[in-house]
């Protein structure tokens, strides 16, 4: 699929002083701070005045750009990393983001990119990779729909970033992160992309053919899509009900990653991904105020479509499957409503309280699909929940689990991506809350605690299987830009899931 600006990241042996690119970003740790500028001012003339001036200490995440006529990048970007036995993967990884940044807002359609003081707390291949991420994270943006003068003023078509190092060992082993953060890169791009795009476009069968798509261009990936028809045959009545009221029919979609070589008992993993194309909430509509930002409600299934991408692109020898049920939930005289008895593909009974909690009602469906595929591991993603949103804030999403390990290993793939979790209670007693008297369940719970009984809604579609939830309301999205991005969809989940199924095959 077509990047709207296209990224390309590369590692070259050069000295960053000999770069001719359109900004050079040098990432500074703020250790003697000083005397580096000076040693750094005889190859890049201005930065130990800057520095001098007080106006850059290297403080983690402030940044200095100036202009220099002296050598042949004009524009010179003092990016801090702080202290450096203190750097961690999300301090460098954000740098980049906010170099990459920089440069798209400066129209700079070349980027080079140094560390000159030597680091070592992350090893080179590691760094490689984060600074790719990084870059791709920064640059992105989303303006398909803007047309005339303010777009073809308003922004490069491609940037081009550079790693800079003398050493030729260590350009090989920034190479070969680079290829990785390359792959992630895109492949959440492509996240945010789709999910940036309004209901008007994406509907359940447009998602489909979208992850059609994908799996056209990637090799190992195949994609199959359930209509309303075949659904109806398969008795999914969740994904059916919370269909029920749109013009545009819903959809299970089902990717699914086999590699060339597996090794035998080696798991698989069932990624289940929440694609509501909007959520008016239904019949139990929404207040209207920030009902735009319901078009974000498919962004688990995205995070479950990038990481299929990103998994086969990385050749990783596991298979995954990709499990998206997709609907659209909107009020009409063919809608649920509240107080139907809906049974769903596992046979249980819900009794529908609220038409607004239709993620589980797409998700269980999806859940027990993937229980039917044999599923080791289920992982679900979903903007689930405006509780998760109100219990954490807007930097982690939510984790719930029946499996200890799998927390552990979910917790690392956190910190490795710099996608943050934070893990929440679930269970019996929110299990007991979401009992009906009419039904075995019903889709809402008490006032308190919402995201930890949506969870225990949910677990019980997975049976015996080692499974977790993930809520990332609220993570999803930046309502405005950031230093290190632009607003819009924040592609969360692609990294995380996909370090979470590379740390498995790492075992
Ligand atoms: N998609 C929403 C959750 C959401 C809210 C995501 C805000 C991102 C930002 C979900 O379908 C929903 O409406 N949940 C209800 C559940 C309630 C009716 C039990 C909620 O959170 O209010
Ligand atoms: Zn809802
Ligand atoms: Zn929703």
């Known amino acids: 699929m077509k990047q709207i600006i296209n990224v390309t990241v590369s590692a070259q042996k050069q000295d960053f002083s000999k770069a001719k690119a359109q900004m050079l970003a040098l990432a500074l740790f703020s250790d003697s701070i000083e005397q580096t500028a000076k040693q750094l001012d005889k190859k890049v003339p201005g930065i130990a005045a800057v520095v001098k001036l007080g106006d850059f200490k290297g403080k983690s995440a402030s940044t200095t750009l100036f202009y220099t006529d002296k050598g042949d990048s004009k524009r010179v970007l003092l990016v801090g990393l702080g202290e450096k036995d203190k750097l961690t993967s999300d301090i460098l990884r954000n740098a980049a983001a906010t170099a ?73 082993s920034l190479s070969k992160g680079v290829n990785t953060g390359d792959i992630i890169g895109h492949s ?6 789709i999910a940036n795009r309004p209901g008007n476009v994406i509907n359940p069968p447009s998602l489909a053919a979208v992850a059609k798509q994908v799996a056209r261009e990637t090799k190992g990936l195949t994609c199959t899509v359930l209509d309303e028809k075949q659904l109806k ?34 798991p698989i993993v069932g ?43 990385l050749k990783l020898p596991i298979k995954v499957f990709g499990i998206i049920p997709s609907a659209e939930n909107m009020p009409s005289g063919t809608s649920w409503r509240p107080g139907d008895i809906v049974t769903t593909f596992s046979k249980k009974t819900v009794e529908i309280q609220n038409t607004d909690a239709e993620g589980r009602m797409i998700l269980c469906d999806g859940i027990y699909y993937a229980v039917t595929q044999k599923c080791d591991f289920i992982i679900d993603i979903a903007t689930l929940t405006g509780a998760c949103m109100v219990a954490l804030g807007k930097y982690k999403a939510g984790l719930m689990s029946n499996d200890d390990e799998l927390i552990k290993n979910i917790e690392q793939a956190a910190k490795d991506s710099g996608e943050n979790v934070w893990h929440l209670p679930s269970g019996d007693e929110y299990a007991d809350e979401m009992k009906s008297e009419i039904a075995d369940l019903k889709n809402i719970g008490s006032r308190w605690g919402g995201a930890c009984s949506a969870a225990a809604f949910l677990g ?4 015996d299987k080692k499974w977790a939830h993930i809520d990332m309301a609220g993570v999803d999205l ?14 969360y989940g692609v990294r995380l899931l996909t370090a979470f199924v590379q740390n498995l095959c790492n075992k």
């Open 271 to 313: 990624l289940v991904g929440k694609a509501i194309t909007f959520d008016s909430g239904g019949i139990s509509i929404k207040p209207s105020q920030g009902m735009q930002d319901m078009k974000f409600d498919k962004s688990g299934g995205l995070a479950v479509l990038g990481t299929m991408k990103a998994v086969a692109e």
């Open 478 to 491: 930046f309502e405005s830009g950031k230093k290190y991005a632009a607003s819009g969809s924040t592609g």
């Open 460 to 463: 019980q579609f997975a049976g």
């Open 188 to 193: 959440q791009s492509l996240a945010r992309t």
């Open 100 to 172: 990459a940044n920089t440069a798209v807002s400066s129209k700079a359609v070349t980027l080079a990119f140094a560390i000159p003081q030597e680091q070592t707390k992350i090893d080179t291949v590691a760094a490689g990779r984060l600074i790719a991420e990084g870059i791709h994270f920064g640059a992105y943006r989303y303006d398909e729909y803007v047309t005339g003068d303010k777009k073809e003023n308003g922004r490069i078509k491609a940037l081009k970033a550079t790693i800079l190092d003398t050493n030729a060992a260590a350009v090989r």
């Open 233 to 266: 045959q398969k008795k999914m009545g969740g994904i059916l009900a919370v269909g029920s009221g749109s013009a545009t029919p819903p959809r299970l979609i089902i990717l699914k990653y086999r590699p060339a070589k597996v090794k035998k008992n080696t």
